[in-house]
């Protein structure tokens, strides 16, 4: 295993990875990747946390 794996994709990837996950559960490999940059990058770290925020203001909303 590379040790810059988590720089495989980059942060712009990761971010469609993270709103495409909003909509339908992406492919075992897919969220491997997305993890591992996650784990390297504390922006998207952030940006994944806003989602889930928004996404249980959402759920919320909805009932
Ligand atoms: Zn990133």
């Known amino acids: 295993m590379p040790r ?3 720089h495989v994709i ?3 990837q ?3 990875l993270i709103s495409q996950q909003e909509d339908f ?3 075992g490999w897919k969220r491997l990747l997305l993890r591992l940059h996650l ?3 504390d922006g998207c770290t952030r940006f994944a946390r806003q989602i889930a ?3 249980e203001a959402m ?3 909805r009932t």
Do not use: H, N, T
Request: aromatic content about 4%; glycine content about 4%.
């Open 39 to 41: 784990a390297a990058c």
């Open 25 to 27: 559960p992406l492919p």
């Open 4 to 6: 810059i794996i988590g």
């Open 14 to 16: 990761a971010s469609r």
């Open 53 to 55: 925020v928004l996404r």
């Open 59 to 61: 759920a919320r909303y």
């Open 10 to 12: 980059s942060c712009k």
